[in-house]
């Protein structure tokens, strides 16, 4: 539960009792554990990204907890919605008393003498810097800095007289009446656009350029899914909870099709993809080509929009989008290699993450540092050659929350076996009497090739050449691989 709730910037520290006093997993007793949270409150993203519009990009039957149903009919859920679910969810199952807010790990060291971790943390609350030590450690930070966000230097941007705001330090940004340039073409950016120009909203800027350099495959999905209701209605056999898991089952199935007709069938994908914004930009005189990117459809991640609410604001006078290459920034906004120029007064570098591991905690073994970006991850969970320590990935082609929940499955499996036959340690290895693992070069979390990501390579674990040391994107197969499969193996090694 403590890495599950706060798998984007929280620290999940597993301290364990000794044998005689500790109850099986399994009797639904919970071992002594501690959540370190850098932050003043949970929610990770939830809490950090405060950008007009800010919602999730999947939907929230997946995106929500398998054990908790998500009761809303909005399936792309607004940020403030999912903050106020992580919230109700960790009070319901009283994790809120485990976590320390404002305590930041800062090195995380094995020592094998004592075979046990020593976490130096910093108490932002009072300066102080103390040390807790535990048996198992449940890195649940997620993959970015929160401190943060990625922004290339423009040339000339020093001369624009203008703001300029990244989406993840947005704060009391008044563009009401303002002319605003959005740089990229992801998510965030597709967001902000249409929520900028709502004439129903307490702000609404004057006109708002999306400026993009290369196009993003869109794909408009309906706002709202009523089935729930319908499934769980007043004449129907199935509870709240039984509707929610078959229709959570239908979204994922879902997403893993079209995944897989993108990854098999990528020109019929395309085909698909192109028609539906060729459908939604009808007569509108907007360019179907602002959304036909050159490579294949899931090589970067799709964007989903509710209810067409990016192109309905393209077709107003307020929002446009521009594909151009930034030359210079000037005084009052910014030239473009095409020698046209963009007048701003608000300039949003919506232009992606800044990625990292641990939170950017330091990780040693005996006092020897350990490059996390050279080791692979045992089933996308557990690190190479550490022991004793889990880190959570979630997917990057469906719901992440998917994905931890099943890591997190399998954490509470992997504690109830050594608990059972009394182990104290267990460290993944790439090799056996038998095999050894490859490194395969220049791959991390799959095939997704997203700017974020490459730039990245150095940092995030890398992938092996053979199950189960690469990162599969398939919630089928890992569902086996995580909930089922047995625990003990030859990559296993376990001591007492």
């Known amino acids: 539960m403590a890495c599950h709730l706060q798998q984007q910037s929280g620290r999940g520290l597993f301290r364990r009792s000794s044998p005689k006093k500790r109850k099986s997993i399994k009797q639904n007793t919970i071992q002594r554990f501690l959540v370190l949270e850098k932050r003043a409150d949970l929610g990770g993203t939830w809490d950090l990204f405060n950008y007009p519009g800010v919602r999730s990009d999947s939907d929230a039957l997946t995106f929500g907890y398998g054990f908790r149903p998500w009761l809303s009919h909005k399936m792309l859920a607004k940020g403030v919605d999912i903050k106020s679910y992580i919230a109700d969810t960790a009070r319901e199952f009283k994790v809120t008393e485990h976590i320390r807010y404002q305590h930041e790990m800062q090195q995380l060291s094995w020592s094998s003498a004592t075979q046990q971790w020593t976490a130096m943390i910093k108490n932002h609350n009072n300066g102080e810097v103390l040390t807790l030590t535990a048996n198992f450690v449940v890195g649940a930070t997620g993959y970015y800095d929160y401190d943060t966000g990625y922004k290339p230097h423009f040339e000339g941007e020093e001369q624009f007289k203008g703001n300029i705001v990244h989406p993840q330090h947005w704060k009391n940004v008044a563009y009401d009446d303002k002319k605003v340039v ?4 992801g998510a965030t950016a597709m967001t902000l656009l249409p929520a900028l120009v709502d004439e129903s909203s307490e702000q609404c800027a004057r006109h708002v350029t999306m400026l993009q350099r290369s196009p993003t495959y869109v794909a408009s999905v309906p706002g709202d899914d009523y089935a729930l209701d319908w499934l769980s209605g007043k004449f129907s056999p199935l509870s709240k909870r039984q509707a929610y898991s078959l229709l959570r089952t239908r979204n994922v199935m879902f997403q893993q099709g079209v995944y897989q007709l993108a990854t098999h069938a990528p020109k019929v994908m395309k085909a698909f993809l192109n028609h539906g914004v060729k459908k939604n930009l009808k007569g509108s005189g907007v360019d179907v080509g602002h959304f036909a990117p050159s490579y294949n ?7 989903a929009v509710p209810d067409s609410d990016l192109f309905l604001a393209l077709q107003g006078k307020r929002a446009e989008v521009v594909t151009d290459k930034i030359s210079h920034f000037t005084e009052t906004g910014i030239a473009l290699v095409s020698g046209k120029h963009i007048e701003a007064d608000i300039i949003v570098t919506a232009t992606g993450l800044k990625l990292q591991m641990l939170g950017g905690a330091a990780l040693y073994i005996d006092g020897q540092q350990v490059d996390v970006g050279a ?3 045992y089933k996308a969970v557990l690190l190479e050659g550490v022991p004793n320590i889990a880190l959570m990935f979630g997917y990057t082609n469906a719901s992440w929350t998917l994905k931890i929940d099943l890591a997190c499955q399998y954490v509470v499996r992997l504690l109830d076996y050594m608990d059972k036959h009394n ?11 038998q095999e050894q693992v490859q490194v395969r070069p220049d791959t991390v979390l799959g095939a997704l090739s997203a700017g974020y990501v490459s730039r990245a390579k150095d940092e995030l674990p890398k992938q092996g050449d053979r199950y189960p040391w690469y990162v599969t994107h398939n919630y089928v197969s890992d569902r086996i691989m995580l909930k089922y499969r047995k625990i003990k193996d030859d990559w296993l090694h376990f001591s007492r």
Request: charged share 25%; hydrophobic share 30%.
């Open 423 to 433: 182990y104290k340690t267990v460290c993944s290895q790439a090799q056996t009497e």
């Open 297 to 303: 459809p899931w090589d970067e991640r799709l964007c």
């Open 375 to 377: 080791r692979m991850t």
């Open 182 to 185: 959005v740089i990229g073409s």
